[in-house]
């Protein structure tokens, strides 16, 4: 089973900064099977991105996704007070997906 | 409207089972996986396993194999996952989630259900 690590596992930032978040891999990932998701306090996790760097329907162009192999990166350019949220990232492999233990970005 | 819908909260006794019910509406039941994930109070995502509405085929993680039942009824389009001998290591919230059985595409979880709580408790 791939296990993913997400880092760091706090982000503390103000509105307008950038946030860089990373997930690794354990072993190598198809970029075809890495996806993103934010989610906010009460509510189901939403898709950000698919496929390693393609943005799902109605995400900002502020959220990109990139990397390859065991390394992926998610970066948000400037921060909006809505992106103040917990982001996991997700990997599919051999009939089995698996989620990141998350990092949590939130206001400094 | 594409949506899942599931059933209300449960709370059960250690040692009982639970079955939480996942409604799809706004696509075609069979054309997509149903997946069910879970999350503890304050912790992470945990994917538990999915359901081939289509053939009724099912892929568990390991450390659920001897405990979850996902199973279907194509009559209602309705998905279904039951987890049985619970203990309060199993209080979480119960989401189901979707993704297309197109395995050249992405398999990410494109929606999602609203969540179901289930708290274990003597």
């Known amino acids: 089973e791939i296990v993913l690590t997400q880092s760091p596992g706090t982000l503390s930032l103000s509105p307008g900064e950038r946030a860089t978040l990373s997930c690794r891999a354990s072993?190598?990932?198809?970029?075809?099977?890495l996806a993103w998701y934010q989610q906010k306090p009460g509510q189901a996790p939403r898709l950000l991105i698919y496929?390693?760097?393609s943005r799902a329907t109605g995400i900002p162009d502020r959220f990109t996704g990139s990397g390859s192999g065991t390394d992926f990166t998610l970066t948000i350019s400037r921060l909006d007070p809505e992106d103040f949220a917990v982001y996991y990232c997700q990997q599919y492999g051999s009939s089995l997906w698996t989620f990141g233990q998350g990092t949590k970005v939130d206001i400094k | 409207q594409v949506q899942l819908v599931q059933s209300g909260a449960e709370v059960k006794k250690p040692g009982a089972s639970v079955k939480v019910s996942c409604k799809p509406s706004g696509y075609t039941f069979t054309d997509y996986y149903i997946h069910w994930v879970r999350q503890a109070p304050g912790q992470g995502l945990e994917w538990m396993g999915r359901i081939s509405p289509k053939s009724g085929g099912t892929r568990y993680a390991q450390k659920f194999q001897d405990r979850v039942t996902m199973t279907r009824d194509t009559s209602i389009s309705a998905a279904y996952m039951e987890l049985s001998r619970l203990s309060s290591d199993d209080t979480a919230v119960y989401y189901c989630?979707?993704?297309?059985?197109?395995?050249?595409?992405?398999?990410?979880?494109?929606?999602w259900g609203q969540g179901t709580m289930v708290t274990v408790s003597s």
């Open positions: 496929g390693a760097s």
């Open positions: 072993q190598s990932v198809s970029s075809t099977y």
């Open positions: 989630a979707r993704t297309t059985t197109v395995t050249t595409s992405s398999l990410a979880f494109d929606i």
